[in-house]
DNA sequence: CAAAATGCATATCTATTGGATATGGATCGA
DNA sequence: TCGATCCATATCCAATAGATATGCATTTTG
């Protein structure tokens, strides 16, 4: 059976002309290498070196056979090479999902941006769905990770790290009458119970839409929930057209919304957009590892500055 | 050290996603097995593969290893087909070289045709030279073999084959009186004492132009040499315009001629233009092999038709 | 021209290691 | 819970890669 270490000899004595002085590059001796040189010839069945009296040069048949072993042996090395960076998370792919609402967040962008950077050789695919579909996504290893909202359940067999709180602002019409007044000024939800609420709620699954909810009770009123969005910009566009108004996470805020001005909530309302990272339990892949490093180390950074 | 042995069994392992079943294919135990894929990963310093319950399966890095080491497997059967093809002279290159005065001939022609039918993985190369130039080319190994003419010299370190006498034809302008006689009548080399000979001469080395000197001096005159031509064709061209006659080799007269007539020569001028093969003495290459052997069928087939 | 040198081949021995057998341990299905 | 499945570990054996010693042919050198 032919084995590397008979192409890295033919190559050997093929630049050196000689065997005893391949021998001695290679750190053996030169009897077998005499040997393991005759049997790869006997191997292939033709004669690859011409015995010359002062060393020996390559047959035709040799020097067809050590140009491609050549190639061979570059080849093993780059496939050690690919295996390695491959599960350094250098390379290989990513399947990433997020919530509509976490798609705009600098963090998760900022986090992307910088896979891209690092590790240009990941081939990045990205999903929007709801936090459910998302959290179905990853226990189906149909996604690697995904950036969702409220962890609220703690699902057997995934991690479900929990990497920011952002806060809610309510988005008003800008001709509404709170936003003539000082904008900078702290309202509370209670102040709100009247107005007519356009909430974002996918069809599946939990999300900020039941701890809106949930947040509005406690302030002591039952919103009126006047329209559903199935997109969280569709939700500003009606804010806009006036048909009420809506509470979104800060990072909503950065998109273009003419017609839409933003108020700042009372703390005491406790209504915060957690952003979290949902995976597989057990060992991250090396993509994934990579992932999960650049997230842990600007959660660090962030809780740093 | 990696060795092609890992990558079969990476491969194999892979492809059952079962390192039992695997081994039974591979005609070993599981244990080795085993072994043989942890030793390939500590090479590479990476699992290549997920240890499951109910086998194994490929991580990342493992499937860029094992889908590299399929292409390496099957590169190395190429190689050495690559190297046995060469061997048996069915593919390499082959560096030919002729007299202009047996680039024509038929045997030659039809040896080539047989070489690009045969063996079209051969890399023909031609060169016309002067059988001199040839013979040291040949010498130089800057040939691998070439048709000449007259081997009159033995050469040292080379191995002429002599392959056919061919005869020679009186070359004459069609208008000359000689040539409105039954051209089917053969005439003595005498005959043309009086005429002025054209004759064809490569600066170097011997060739026709003494065979044919020699010849005329045994039929008792000396020749008048008109001209000297350099290619073989320009001789005839003269011989058209009028300037004189010239002797060539049969093969000659299929060139399209018009204003020349051949006249058959007396077979007591014992003028024959010998067609050989000069080699390097010692044993062929493949491609050579390959050429030698259709030239020695076809010179066989020759004397039995 | 003889002697030394060069360089590949052959012969024999040793040490490494690939592979076999036996067994343990984890997981899964009945 | 018991047996089946399947990979890992431990130990042993056998094949063979490689070492040493030597032979033989050719070439260089004094």
Chains 1, 2 share one sequence.
Request: charged share 25%; net charge positive.
């Amino acid at each position: 059976m032919i084995e590397l270490r008979h192409l890295r000899y033919a190559v050997a004595v093929a630049e050196e002309g000689h065997i005893t002085r391949a021998a001695a590059g290679l750190g053996i001796q030169q009897p077998p290498l005499s040997q393991q040189i005759r049997a790869l010839e006997t191997a292939i069945g033709a004669p690859l070196f011409r015995r010359q009296p002062r060393g020996v040069e390559l047959t035709a048949a040799g020097r067809a056979f050590v140009d491609r072993a050549r190639l061979i042996l570059r080849d093993v090395d780059l496939a050690v090479e690919a295996a390695r960076r491959t599960s350094r998370g250098e390379e290989g792919q990513l399947a990433i999902g997020f919530t509509s609402s976490a798609a705009f967040h600098p963090f998760v962008t900022g986090v992307m941006r910088e896979m891209r950077e690092r590790a240009p050789a990941i081939t990045l695919s990205f999903e929007e769905a709801s936090t459910g579909e998302l959290i179905e996504a990853v226990e189906a290893d149909r996604l690697d990770a995904a950036f969702v909202r409220s962890p609220s359940e703690r699902l057997e067999g995934l991690t479900i790290t929990h990497l920011l709180d952002e806060e809610m602002l309510v988005a008003v019409p800008d001709h509404h009458p709170r936003a003539r007044k000082d904008t900078r000024r702290r309202i509370s939800l209670a102040a709100l119970a009247d107005e007519p609420l356009i909430l974002y709620r996918r069809p599946t699954g939990p999300g900020l839409y039941d701890s809106i909810i949930a947040a509005c009770r406690a302030a002591g009123f039952s919103p009126k929930v006047a329209q559903e969005a199935t997109r969280m910009v569709s939700t500003l566009s009606l804010v806009a057209a006036g048909l009420g108004i809506s509470i979104v996470p800060e990072s909503m805020a950065r998109l273009e919304t003419t017609g839409v001005a933003y108020l700042r909530l009372d703390r005491a309302a406790g209504l915060v957009a957690p952003l979290a990272l949902a995976r597989k339990k057990g060992p991250a892949s090396g993509t994934l590892g990579r992932l999960l490093g650049i997230v842990s180390r600007r959660v660090k950074d962030r809780a740093g500055a």
